[in-house]
C-alpha cells in the first residue's frame, strides 16, 4: 500500500459523470493566478494512481501538458474555444469519446475551470450518446450532478446535442 502523499490530492471540482468511467474536473493544479505547480504535480499523480488512461484537455491553450508525459498519464488536447465552430467540434469530440469509452478507456476532462462550456458539452454527450432522451433532462441531470445551474452558453450547447450527427450503428 502506498503512503498519503504517494497517492496525490483529487482535483478541485472532480465529479464523476458516467461513474468508473467519465469524470471532470477543474485543471490539476488550478487556473490563473491560483496555479500551483506542487498541487498540479500532486493532482495529476492521483489522477494516475486513480487508473484513469486518459485526461483529455478542453482547454484552449497547451498549458502544462507535458507534466503528464513526466508523470506517466496518457493526455490529448482537443481545445475548445469560443471561437469554434461548436457543432463540428461536438460532431469530431462526441463520436472519440464515445470510441475511448467503447474501449474500455476511463477519461477524465477539463478546461481551465469546470466553466458552463465544459458542462453544456457534457450535457450535450449524455442527449448524443442516447442516455437521456432530450438537453433538458439532460441538463438537469448535468446541473445535480455538478451541484450549479448551467448559464445560456452551457445551455446552448447541450441543445446543439440533437443536430450531432449520431453514432455510426
Not at 496555479?35 to 484513469?52: A, C, L, P, S, T
Request: with cysteine; proline share 6%; aromatic share 8%.
Amino acid at each position: 500500500m502506498k503512503g498519503k502523499w504517494a497517492q496525490g490530492i483529487k482535483p478541485r471540482n472532480f465529479t464523476w459523470i458516467i461513474q468508473g468511467k467519465l469524470a471532470v474536473c477543474e485543471r490539476p493544479g488550478g487556473y490563473g493566478a491560483n496555479h500551483r505547480r506542487v498541487r498540479r504535480q500532486e493532482e495529476i499523480i492521483w489522477i494516475r494512481e486513480q487508473g484513469f488512461t486518459y485526461v483529455i484537455s478542453l482547454s484552449s491553450a497547451p498549458h502544462n501538458l507535458h507534466n503528464y508525459d513526466e508523470l506517466g498519464v496518457n493526455w490529448l488536447h482537443r481545445p475548445f474555444s469560443s471561437t469554434d465552430v461548436a457543432l463540428n467540434f461536438l460532431a469530431t469530440f462526441y463520436a472519440e469519446v464515445s470510441a475511448m469509452l467503447n474501449a474500455g478507456h476511463r477519461l477524465v476532462l477539463h478546461q481551465e475551470e469546470l466553466s458552463d462550456r465544459l458542462a453544456g458539452v457534457l450535457a450535450g454527450y449524455l442527449v448524443w450518446a442516447g442516455m437521456l432522451p432530450e438537453p433538458p433532462e439532460a441538463i438537469t441531470m448535468i446541473e445535480k450532478i455538478l451541484e450549479r445551474q448551467l448559464g445560456p452558453v452551457g445551455r446552448e450547447l447541450a441543445s446543439l446535442a440533437k443536430q450531432v450527427p449520431s453514432q455510426p450503428a
